[in-house]
């Protein structure tokens, strides 16, 4: 019997039309699928879920995420509990089902979504997603290891070291040219080369067990890069849903300190949207389960001067100056020769300074954050890092705006249009709404240099996304 002669709900229907399965063989993928995730409680009536689930029956516990991964994995792009007509309750639960759906399947749908236009223009106008920072518990990070292992390959190219360096090569050049010019430019080739490329790396024949560790690590650095490109250009649920996806093939290569600092770029995130508990959340993981601990110095300091700033937003004062002072010491313990990630060739002085300050900031210090923001701006290489260092001078005009110095934000943000020429950002470009909406109550009373200031914000704000 095939299953849709039994279905009553439409959208499931459709899906469960579209595997080709009966009944039986759809149960049988379903306790497959319940004995990989740990989901005992299922296996001996696994059978009887579906076929209740099938007649109609709303299912219940993990019943519905777990029949989401078996047809995603079936029809090979992710399947949600929205698309099967299971809204209703579970509909909080939705997200959740991304850290069960297979990291290869989920490359494969990363890179279609963000290449295909239509997709595209979709998932750019999707709201940001809190649910989807929940993390899964202890149990699936002890086993992300051994699902990486177990996993079949899907295509039969042999996979070793040359295909590992290949991936990091080209992740490298994608983030040097977000530190330059921004994530609005590239991170859709980025995107392609993820669903393409990567996607047959992860899923070929391995030589070693080494070598898929270091092609998960590599992989996950280069879909890290890509949400960072679309957090920069601020398309904040693709930038989550590729964060999500990073740390998933992270945790398979058993890479600890990138897990770390992956979370630190979903609490820096969080933080920047104005989800301070999820941020200050994420940021604690961030430095959990020894991934802290195993980092590089320069890279716990990036992680620390992170958490340090969520912490501060949240109101945790004491800790978040206590974090802020750890991550400088952690930074000056960094020496040249350090056995550390290519990743965070980036954080140096220039960069603590502006995460420190905007952790003063958030701390009430203006003075302080005032400070901090000169110091970023003066020790800063502005030709390799010209997109940070136009969005620096934004906040830096913005505290003296707020400290009653016009004037002296005036010729900052006059500094900050002219670093933005060529930048393609949407945070750089968030800056200058935000110089706009400060200056307005000064030009109305006529001041001159606010009246410059904001006219040339507005020329500009066409430019820079």
Not at 4 to 15: G, I, K, Q, S
Not at 106 to 121: A, I
Not at 269 to 281: C, E, S
Not at 379 to 385: A, C, G, N, Y
Request: one cysteine or more.
């Amino acid at each position: 019997m095939r299953t849709t002669a039994l279905v009553r709900n439409e959208p499931l229907a459709a899906v469960v039309q579209e595997t080709g399965w009966t009944q039986q063989q759809l149960a049988a993928a379903f306790v497959r699928v319940a004995a990989e995730v740990g989901a005992e409680e299922l296996l001996s009536t696994g059978r009887s879920q579906v076929s209740m689930w099938i007649a109609g029956t709303y299912p219940k516990g993990r019943v519905p995420l777990i029949l989401c991964e078996t047809l995603s994995r079936r029809l090979q792009r992710p399947i949600t509990t929205a698309d099967i007509g299971l809204g209703g309750p579970m509909s909080g639960a939705v997200t959740a089902s991304e850290w069960h759906v297979d990291t290869l399947t989920g490359l494969v749908d990363l890179g279609s979504s963000n290449v295909d236009l239509e997709r595209r223009q979709l998932l750019a106008g999707a709201a940001y997603s809190v649910s989807g920072l929940a993390l899964p518990g202890e149990e699936w990070w002890d086993r992300a290891p051994a699902r990486a292992a177990s996993r079949h390959s899907t295509a039969n190219r042999e996979v070793g070291a040359a295909e590992v360096s290949a991936v990091r090569e080209m992740t490298t050049f994608y983030q040097r040219r977000d530190q330059r010019a921004g994530g609005l430019d590239g991170r859709t080739a980025l995107y392609q080369y993820v669903g393409d490329d990567v996607a047959t790396y992860v899923g070929g024949r391995f030589r070693s067990e080494k070598a898929l560790r270091e092609m998960l690590s590599a992989a996950a650095e280069a879909v890290y890069v890509a949400g960072w490109m679309s957090f920069d250009a601020s398309h904040h649920e693709v930038a989550r849903r590729s964060f999500t996806l990073a740390t998933k093939l992270a945790a398979e290569a058993a890479d600890g300190p990138l897990v770390g600092h992956i979370l630190r770029a979903m609490a820096h995130q969080a933080t920047d949207l104005g989800h301070p508990k999820q941020g200050a959340d994420l940021a604690m993981e961030s430095v959990a389960r020894k991934r802290y601990m195993h980092a590089a110095p320069r890279e716990r300091a990036l992680l620390g001067v992170v958490q340090a700033r969520s912490l501060a937003a949240n109101g945790q004062r004491r800790d978040a100056v206590a974090a802020l002072l750890r991550a400088e010491g952690d930074l000056r313990a960094a020496e040249p020769g350090d056995d550390e990630p290519s990743r965070v060739w980036f954080f140096r002085e220039a960069s603590l300074a502006h995460e420190s300050a905007r952790t003063l900031w958030a701390l009430g210090d203006l003075d302080g954050a005032l400070r901090e923001f000169k110091r970023s701006v003066l020790t800063r290489k502005t030709d390799t890092f010209s997109r940070t260092h136009a969005v620096t001078l934004g906040y830096m005009g913005a505290v003296q705006v707020r400290q009653g110095n016009v004037e002296a934000a005036c010729a900052t943000w006059e500094r900050a249009l002219e670093a933005m020429d060529g930048i393609h950002s949407g945070r750089a470009r968030e800056t200058v709404v935000t110089m706009r909406r400060l200056l307005s109550p000064y030009r109305r009373r006529g001041v001159t240099a606010a009246a410059e200031i904001d006219e040339r914000a507005r020329m500009i704000l066409g430019r820079v996304a």
